[in-house]
């Protein structure tokens, strides 16, 4: 490392000098006491211009070419389809205008290179001009905004009456997921009440919650729409999950939601990529600690028989842990009794 530090710093002071001698030749040209203020570096350097745009140019689609499969992830939503067309859509625009505009750049760099006799010609406006790139890139520019704001407004449209509700937490650093019961309504929560085992802070004064579950692994099932009903425990997190082409910020005290339809379960997943081990996963892209990569959940993605059979086998919060029973009001207690399926003389 020490002499590894030794080189670049030989290196660095080769540098210096070097543009130390160019700042002072061009100061002399500057004032006219140079007697040649044309050199042969000016070729040289044109000419690696124009190498240097060939060279990369050519690395650079040789490279996406040869590693496009090994980073574009299939898709397994609905919307992502749409937002996947979307996205090679405005790639291809400004894929195209790029490439253009650094052809130009090095072309003009090596065409116009520095030449003692040459005489630069005085265009002082041109008004066709003036329109034309103007007028030109605001109606790209207009048309891609319109067209990312309806995939926009479909991707964020409201949840439909049928979907499946869940809820996903962020906290440091870890997921945790919160399904309803039979009745399908997620119970409110409290933040007042979170301790260690009742993470999400639920609200026995909710009936609804009496019958809702924290299962150990998360399921959803394929086709049917289902909505991610977003928070955070503590600090800003991001619910990223890339097969589905959903990001999502977990915000404290700021619930937010997505909804999306599955199209792949994991097994036809593993099936398409040839990997018996693949699981979808939802991981956080917002950097939130010093465990923020540690903040990865698996999902799993059946077939509505098998999700319904999954769910079915679930056992509610309060039965797991029914010492949560006494914060259950009086009035209310035979009722989360008959909820969870708890038998009251065992109980006793």
């Not at 103007?134 to 109606?139: G, I, K, L, Q, R």
């Not at 909505?227 to 910020?249: E, G």
Request: glycine letters at 6%.
């Amino acid at each position: 490392m020490f002499n590894l530090a030794i080189g670049l710093g030989v290196v660095l002071l080769l540098a210096i000098l070097f543009f130390i001698f160019r700042i002072s030749a061009l100061i002399s040209v500057a004032k006219g006491d140079g007697e040649k203020k044309e050199s042969s570096s000016n070729k040289i350097n044109g000419a690696m211009f124009i190498v240097f745009l060939l060279g990369t140019g050519f690395l650079f689609f040789w490279y996406s070419f040869k590693e496009f499969e090994n980073y574009n992830l299939p898709v397994a939503s609905e919307h992502g389809v749409e937002y996947e067309w979307m996205f090679w859509v405005t790639m291809a625009v400004t894929g195209v205008v790029f490439v253009i505009t650094q052809i130009l750049l090095f072309y003009f760099s090596w065409k116009y290179q520095y030449k003692e006799n040459s005489k630069a010609l005085f265009y002082p406006e041109n008004n066709k001009l003036e329109v034309i790139w103007t007028f030109v890139p605001a109606v790209v520019l207009a048309v891609l905004v319109f067209t990312g704001w309806r995939v926009w407004t479909d991707i964020t449209a409201p949840a439909p009456e049928n979907t499946n509700n869940l809820e996903i937490m962020g906290y440091q650093f870890a997921w945790g997921v919160r399904y309803p019961g039979l009745d399908g309504e997620l119970g409110n929560t409290d933040y007042r009440v979170i301790e260690a085992t009742n993470s999400f802070g639920i609200d026995f004064n909710d009936k609804a919650a009496y019958d809702d579950f924290i299962p150990r692994e998360m399921h959803i099932p394929k086709g049917e729409p289902v909505t991610f009903n977003i928070r955070a425990r503590d600090v800003l997190h991001s619910v990223f999950a890339p097969h589905f082409r959903l990001k999502m910020d977990a915000v404290p005290g700021m619930p937010t939601s997505f909804t999306f339809t599955a199209t792949k379960t994991t097994e036809e997943m593993r099936e398409e990529l040839n990997d018996p081990e693949f699981n979808y996963e939802i991981a956080c892209t917002e950097v939130c600690g010093r465990g923020h990569n540690s903040m990865r959940l698996t999902l799993i993605v059946d077939t509505p028989e098998e999700y319904q059979e999954w769910y079915a086998e679930q056992e509610s919060f309060l039965k797991r842990n029914p010492e949560y029973l006494t914060k259950v009001p009086e009035d209310l207690k035979e009722l989360a009794l008959l909820k969870t399926g708890i038998d009251n003389k065992k109980l006793d």
